[in-house]
């Protein structure tokens, strides 16, 4: 659907593939998960704000979790949006939308 939009997109299959390729290609955005495969969500959120990268992505959560401290803990660690699954389509481009306007 983002492809079909116009974004450029790149997909890691686990946190320590995607770090090496945010790292690399700096993107504007990050969609997450919060359930990693090899790095658990909040410390793969922290290590994408540490990353060596001039300008660090937006980031929006996209998971099953609806704990109020969950979602308190993301956005205190600078998570820009968090999406609860099940999402329509239309309210995930607006949400990426908002990030950056």
Known sequence: RLKMQGYETLAAHDGTSALELIEKWEPDLVLTELNLYGIDGLPFIHQIQQLP??????IVVLT????EQTISQ????????YVTKPFSPVELDARIHRCFH
């Open 53 to 58: 990268v001039d300008n660090t992505p937006k």
């Open 64 to 67: 099953e979790q609806r704990v």
């Open 74 to 81: 993301c956005f205190k660690h600078g998570v820009d949006d």
